[in-house]
């Protein structure tokens, strides 16, 4: 009822005639939740394209859990995305069962009869927002010296309570799932590894499994890798978990993709 006929009408359904359109995107502002953006709102997340900080992807949460300006759902995997952190780490030394390495630079790996090292991670999950959907997790870690055979480096759920400042061989050198979650392939020195374990971090987040952390196994014969630990220098190059997150409903999303079902 604005006298602008509906075939030429920029919001048809309400009254405007005065065709207010800023973003010139052909809906009319009246009609407009975004009126700084041109174009169609791409991601139908509720919040308008100049805002958002990952546009072409449904995420109305924004999670952006490293606060580098991209929100969890659009970062690229790097450790530089990294939004959770270490707060436990040590390495088991077989030849000194005793020993505790929780004030250690490197974790050290290493498979050979009698002289195994393995390291032991736990990662800090508490700074997930509450109602969070996990849809990805990916394990960085940081290689102080490689291993060049090609051999996997096995990741394996800790069943059994520990922290860094007592763990030892004794302690927890058999406290392990057998079944591996993820592996990675060390080979080069200086370099970043890393290992998805969805799975894994979702048993932790729904009580599935308590979180004691992971233990890197290297199946490589008798050859030692090092990777930087939570007292590493430069504290950039420490273990991390990357992981990406919506508030999308798992009820909601059927394929686990992190967007609602269309």
């Known amino acids: 009822e604005d006298g602008i006929c509906g075939d030429i009408d920029n919001c048809p359904n309400h009254p405007n005639p005065a065709q207010a359109d800023a973003d010139s995107d052909g809906v009319g502002d009246v009609c407009d939740a975004c009126t700084a953006e041109t174009g169609t709102h791409e991601d139908a997340d509720d919040v308008c394209g ?21 929100g969890d759902v ?35 790996a290493k498979s050979k009869p009698s002289d195994n090292m393995r390291p032991v991670i736990r990662f800090d999950l508490s700074s997930i927002p509450a109602g969070a959907t ?7 870690f940081h290689v ?9 480096v096995e990741l394996h759920r800790i069943t059994s309570a520990w922290d860094e400042q007592s763990a030892d061989w004794n302690l927890l050198a058999d406290q392990f799932d057998a079944t591996d979650e993820g592996s990675f392939a060390p080979v080069q020195d200086n370099v970043w590894v890393s290992a998805g374990i969805t799975s894994l971090t979702l048993a932790w987040l729904t009580g599935a499994h308590e979180n004691h952390g992971i233990m890197l196994i290297p199946t490589s ?10 007292e590493w220098d430069p504290s950039g190059q420490r273990p991390c978990l990357q992981l990406t997150l919506t508030c ?6 059927s394929d686990g993709d992190g967007t609602i079902d269309r």
Request: hydrophobic share 30%.
């Open 50 to 70: 100049d805002l958002d900080n990952c546009p072409a992807v449904f995420n109305p949460c924004h999670w952006d859990g490293d606060a580098d300006g991209t």
């Open 74 to 108: 659009c970062d690229a995997p790097s450790p530089g995305a990294c939004n959770a952190f270490v707060d436990q780490d040590s390495w088991l030394k077989e030849s000194s069962p005793g020993q505790n390495n929780g004030n250690d630079e490197e974790l050290k």
């Open 134 to 140: 996990l849809v990805s997790s990916t394990a960085w």
């Open 144 to 152: 102080a010296a490689g291993d060049d055979s090609g051999a996997p």
């Open 221 to 230: 014969d008798e050859i030692e890798s090092s990777y930087a630990s939570s």
């Open 248 to 253: 999308v409903d798992a009820s909601q999303d």
